[in-house]
């Protein structure tokens, strides 16, 4: 639903929460990030997804990221997604993800 709050946490105690600002079931979401531990703050995280003849693409994508207090930056960023997107492939489409080891 539109402007509820999701949260993830993960086993080393981090926490993201965000807004869901845009949502079409089946289509796509954005999320509007309000608290996390990697100066994503304000950023906002994008899923779309479109049917294709051999099955669904998704396009995803991370807005308005910036380097805050903490120093995490944009390469650590997508360095992190370059891991999970693949899991999250591996995951829809044989049951099985590849979970991040902290």
């Not at 709050?5 to 929460?17: D, I």
């Not at 003849?53 to 997604?81: A, I, K, M, P």
Request: net charge negative; proline share 4%; aromatic share 14%.
């Amino acid at each position: 639903m539109i402007n509820s709050l999701t949260e993830v946490r993960f086993e080393n105690g981090g926490v993201f929460q965000m807004e869901i600002t845009d949502l079409e079931v089946g289509k796509k979401v954005h999320w509007r990030v309000r608290l996390s531990p990697h100066d994503w703050e304000g950023s906002t995280i994008t899923w779309a997804l479109t049917p294709i003849s051999n099955g669904t693409r998704l396009l995803f994508g991370q807005h308005d990221l910036f380097v805050g207090s903490t120093g995490y930056s944009v390469v650590e960023t997508c360095s992190g997604w370059e891991y999970f997107l693949p899991s999250l492939k591996s995951y829809l489409e044989t049951g099985k993800g590849i979970p991040y080891v902290y």
